[in-house]
């Protein structure tokens, strides 16, 4: 079984000085974390607010990369870089955990394809086109209010991502955003850490025909573990393991078992459900699917295996074209 976790925000805290290689530090991932985890491949999101200007979202996502290949040099006995799937499945062979690279906020592209491309030669593999505010790309699920979908602009850079094989991340997106991409993007499109708005109405979560349309198109929607996300009663009661299997569930009804995977948010979230306070107990998640009566080869695909035939396919459109 390949374990992907298709988002952390671990790069904000090696920012604040988390020492990927050192044991029992406060984030939620690490080496040692990721070895408990059983997970094979880790997206490491670089996160900038939409209150930074543009200028300043490129120099802080620099650092983060920065960051991420010092990491890289330092702990290259446990960790090597991945941009393919054929890459990550070899570092797993020589006993590697492999670090794949997203952006989580296309504002650091500031309104030019050729950093877009740049970032891009620096290993980012996916862009999640907002985070919460509109930017020049596209509208998000927090506002909505700029250009009511796409810009003219982002339609130039889905165009340009799918040309190079890099994701359509539409986490965060809003709703109308979301329908523009599907309209546009040639190749698959995923949300690599959001949840299910029939259990849970939040905003960020993506509705039924959502998750169907995304599904419909080869797509993956990626199941967070957000309190906020999984449950509107989580002030009162904590959400649990049962609750993010819950949205496993509900999204394999809705869009198929070949439409669903994780995406932790681990690092990016606050507070964490009940006994999955960290990427070191993610094998819960395995264990709880299996009481659910899932099978051996449908947890492989939730696992890791749903994500990597979405990212070949997203490579092979780009080679298509």
Same mark, same amino acid.
């Given at each position: 079984?390949?374990?992907?976790?298709?988002? #952390?925000?671990?790069?904000?805290?090696?920012?604040?000085?988390?020492?990927?290689? !050192?044991?029992?530090? #406060?984030?939620?991932?690490?080496? $040692?974390?990721?070895?408990?985890?059983?997970?094979?491949?880790?997206?490491?999101?670089?996160?900038?607010?939409?209150?930074? @200007?543009?200028?300043? &979202? =490129?120099?802080?996502?620099?650092?983060?990369?920065?960051?991420?290949?010092?990491?890289?040099?330092?702990?290259?006995?446990?960790?090597?870089? !991945?941009?393919?799937?054929?890459?990550?499945?070899?570092?797993?062979?020589?006993?590697?955990?492999?670090?794949?690279?997203?952006?989580?906020?296309?504002?650091?592209?500031?309104?030019?394809? @050729?950093?877009?491309?740049?970032?891009?030669?620096?290993?980012?593999?996916?862009? =999640?086109?907002?985070?919460?505010? *509109?930017?020049?790309?596209?509208?998000? !699920?927090? +506002?909505? /209010?700029?250009?009511?979908?796409? @810009?003219?602009?982002?339609?130039? %850079?889905?165009?340009?991502?799918?040309?190079?094989?890099?994701?359509?991340? %539409?986490? /965060?997106? @809003?709703?109308?955003?979301?329908? *523009?991409?599907?309209?546009?993007?040639?190749?698959?499109? %995923?949300? =690599?850490?959001?949840? #299910?708005? !029939?259990?849970?109405? /939040?905003?960020?979560?993506?509705? *039924?025909?959502?998750?169907?349309?995304?599904?419909?198109?080869?797509?993956?929607?990626?199941?967070?573990?957000?309190?906020?996300?999984?449950?509107?009663?989580?002030?009162?009661?904590?959400?649990?393991?049962?609750?993010?299997?819950?949205?496993?569930?509900?999204?394999?009804?809705?869009?198929?078992?070949?439409?669903?995977?994780?995406?932790?948010?681990?690092?990016?979230?606050?507070? =964490?459900?009940?006994?999955? +306070?960290?990427? &070191?107990?993610?094998?819960?998640?395995? $264990?709880?699917?299996?009481?659910?009566?899932?099978?051996?080869?449908?947890?492989?695909?939730?696992?890791?295996?749903?994500?990597?035939?979405?990212?070949?396919?997203?490579?092979?459109?780009?080679?298509?074209?």
């Amino acid at each position: 079984m390949f374990v992907l976790d298709s988002h #952390c925000d671990t790069p904000t805290m090696m920012m604040r000085g988390l020492d990927l290689g !050192a044991v029992g530090g #406060c984030g939620h991932v690490d080496i $040692d974390k990721l070895k408990k985890g059983g997970v094979d491949a880790s997206f490491f999101a670089l996160y900038t607010s939409a209150e930074l @200007s543009p200028d300043e &979202s =490129t120099r802080y996502t620099l650092e983060m990369l920065g960051k991420i290949y010092d990491a890289l040099d330092a702990y290259k006995d446990s960790i090597a870089l !991945a941009t393919s799937p054929s890459e990550a499945l070899r570092n797993k062979d020589n006993g590697l955990i492999s670090i794949f690279i997203g952006m989580e906020n296309g504002s650091p592209i500031q309104k030019s394809l @050729s950093l877009l491309r740049m970032y891009y030669r620096f290993g980012v593999r996916y862009m =999640t086109l907002t985070h919460n505010g *509109d930017n020049e790309i596209a509208d998000a !699920a927090a +506002e909505g /209010h700029r250009w009511h979908g796409l @810009s003219p602009f982002g339609r130039e %850079v889905v165009e340009e991502m799918n040309r190079l094989g890099m994701i359509v991340d %539409v986490a /965060h997106v @809003s709703d109308e955003t979301f329908y *523009d991409v599907i309209r546009c993007s040639k190749a698959p499109i %995923v949300s =690599t850490h959001s949840c #299910c708005r !029939a259990l849970a109405s /939040h905003p960020r979560n993506m509705t *039924d025909e959502m998750i169907r349309t995304m599904a419909d198109r080869g797509g993956v929607i990626q199941i967070n573990f957000y309190p906020a996300f999984l449950s509107d009663a989580y002030q009162e009661r904590m959400p649990s393991v049962k609750d993010i299997a819950a949205h496993i569930d509900h999204a394999v009804k809705v869009g198929g078992i070949e439409h669903v995977g994780i995406g932790t948010d681990f690092d990016g979230i606050e507070i =964490t459900p009940e006994g999955m +306070e960290d990427i &070191s107990k993610l094998p819960k998640i395995f $264990d709880e699917l299996t009481m659910r009566g899932y099978t051996e080869d449908e947890i492989e695909k939730i696992a890791g295996g749903n994500f990597i035939r979405v990212f070949n396919e997203v490579i092979s459109c780009s080679l298509g074209q």
